[in-house]
């Protein structure tokens, strides 16, 4: 048994396998260690093998007494199930195991999210997401709530209210009070996205599996611009809050690099629907970077999960580029792959996935070499300070010079084309 060297709450998985799946032993893995991430010490874990979970109790009334016996015996202090519970389930579980806290795997994620929530947008999603998690697991039946006197300032109909009705009521106020305050900070998102449309500002969204890489590899892309860099821990859900930050990919070519919240298996729908504002970034970037653990058994997983949880938040036709990361300490040889193969960690691929990203995000760029008369001087400056440009020669009849320049800016100044390179 693994020695616990802190104070730490103890904790007992459980899980059903279905005879319908085979990925059992990883998802009781990543439960693991979604508790350790949330300071818990994983005492040890109890399967019960069965078609389905039951309906009751979740392992059987059997499975539970074990269970009950069990934490007896250990101390615990938790018991954390491997799948969302219903509210029936979570209260038959506690009438027969008592004094050990019950907590399902949407309110360990939960907890999680709201350990690192830092700013004041993901304190608000993540209350919201942990409230409507709550309200259908209000107390218990209407008849065994005691009555509460019926004053005007609850309801202003006689006859009183349940205990069950006024806590739901509460709960579903302070529900309406956040999602204004953040309706508040959406809009100004919302605003700063369009400033960025209106200057044709390219975005990139980095976007994958929790702890593949993400933030490390946006310092990666930011180099030896240290104010810039982000918050990096080897830890699932380090990074809640969206980042952006503005890198050179290359010469005079720049775009929006955007670090968002990693994604796992079973992802709470609650939260998803209260971090859609967040993710608005992904669907509205140009290209999204599929950051992979290359050195994950699982990688195909990660890969589904990812899509899926895309695919739920509405991103329909952005171009997704895959990134392999972690290669130096992958087996797979990727020197000959086509693959995008990069570590974040030692800067390996990082050229070559500029490039790319070049290519992606300013496809619609070309080469021209025009000819600017000297009192348009402004041009040559413009052109200067924005794009790629190189000055040929000082002409007679003005100023020859070579751009890259995207097809709009190419029309506007089409007079001026003597080649298009």
Not at 100 to 112: A, Q
Not at 173 to 181: D, F, G, P, S, T
Not at 231 to 238: G, S, T
Request: contains cysteine; charged residues 30%; aromatic residues 6%.
């Amino acid at each position: 048994m693994i020695e616990q060297t802190t104070v730490q709450p103890k904790v007992l998985l459980v899980g059903v396998s279905e005879k319908k799946t085979n990925d059992f032993e990883y998802a009781m893995d990543e439960l693991k260690s979604l508790a350790e991430a949330n300071m818990f010490f994983v005492v040890d874990s109890i399967q019960q093998n069965s078609e389905s979970a039951d309906r009751k109790t979740y392992v059987g009334k059997g499975k539970l007494i074990e269970i009950k016996e069990f934490c007896e015996y250990n101390e615990i202090d938790s018991i954390i199930f491997n799948d969302e519970l219903t509210p029936s389930q979570t209260r038959n579980i506690e009438e027969v195991v008592n004094d050990v806290e019950i907590m399902d795997r949407t309110r360990l994620i939960l907890d999680i999210f709201a350990r690192r929530a830092q700013t004041k947008e993901a304190k608000l999603q993540v209350m919201i997401s942990s409230l409507e998690y709550e309200l259908p697991r209000l107390g218990g039946s209407y008849e065994a709530l005691s009555r509460q006197g019926g004053s005007s300032t609850l309801r202003s109909r006689g006859g009183g209210e349940t205990k069950l009705e006024s806590d739901r009521r509460v709960i579903e106020a302070q529900i309406a009070k956040y999602r204004r305050e953040l309706k508040k900070l959406v809009q100004e998102r919302q605003t700063q996205r369009s400033k960025r449309k209106k200057s044709n500002t390219k975005t990139v969204a980095l976007v994958g599996y929790t702890n593949v890489g993400k933030s490390t590899l946006m310092n990666a892309l930011l180099e030896e611009d240290s104010d810039k860099k982000v918050y990096v821990e080897d830890m699932l859900f380090a990074t809640l809050q969206t980042r952006v930050r503005r890198i050179e990919i290359a010469d005079k070519k720049w775009c929006l690099l955007t670090d968002t919240v990693g994604f796992v298996d079973n992802l709470p729908h609650h939260l998803i629907k209260a971090f859609r504002s967040t993710l608005e970034e992904v669907k509205e970037a140009d290209l999204l970077l599929h950051v992979i653990d290359s050195t994950s058994p699982h990688i195909n997983h990660h890969k589904r999960v990812t899509l899926q949880t895309l695919q739920a938040i509405g991103v329909e036709d952005t171009p997704i580029l895959e990134v392999y990361n972690k290669v130096d300490e992958s087996n797979e040889n990727y020197d000959e792959s086509m693959k995008i193969a990069i570590s974040a960690k030692t800067g390996y691929g990082i050229e070559r996935l500029k490039k790319e990203i070049t290519k992606l995000l300013y496809k619609d760029y070309n080469d021209y070499q025009l000819l600017i008369p000297y009192e348009m001087g402004n041009i040559v400056h413009m052109l200067s300070e924005q794009y790629e440009t190189k000055i040929l020669e000082n002409r007679e009849d003005g100023i020859l010079l070579e751009t890259s320049i995207p097809s709009t800016v190419a029309n506007k100044y089409k007079i001026y084309i003597t080649k298009t390179i």
